[in-house]
């Protein structure tokens, strides 16, 4: 069984920092790339970083602020957010996808999600 297990959200201050943790069992991550969405109320779900073996992804306004990467042998996927925005307010949620799918930005293609942790970023 497939679980995706998010943790580390919360509440800061802008220009403070957070680390996430998702938490992976039941996949392997030389079979699945990994990927951190973000749904902020009223708007869709929108990629934010993405890894896969040594291929990472950002998106272009966290770019420089944010760091993904995986530790296999404790199979967790983490997302250091740094200098943090109230528009980075959100529910930031961890997904997996097949690794010969890439890192697709479209969340439609990801098998398997957590069930998300909220990020509040206060001015």
């Known amino acids: 069984q497939v679980r995706l297990v998010e943790s580390g959200g919360g509440l800061v201050q802008a220009g403070g920092s957070l680390r996430l943790t998702c938490d992976v069992s039941g996949l392997s991550f030389r079979s699945y790339a990994m990927a951190w969405f973000r749904q902020a109320p009223g708007k869709e779900r929108e990629s934010v970083a993405g890894?896969?073996?040594?291929?990472?992804r950002y998106k272009t306004t966290v770019k420089g602020r944010f760091t993904i990467d995986s530790d296999s042998g404790k199979n967790t996927v983490d997302l250091q957010m740094n200098s943090l925005k109230p528009e980075d307010t959100a529910v930031y949620y961890c997904a997996a996808i097949p690794d010969e799918m890439g890192l697709p930005l479209s969340e439609s293609h990801y098998e398997y999600w957590g069930q998300g942790t909220q990020v509040t970023v206060s001015s």
């Open positions: 890894i896969k073996s040594d291929n990472i």
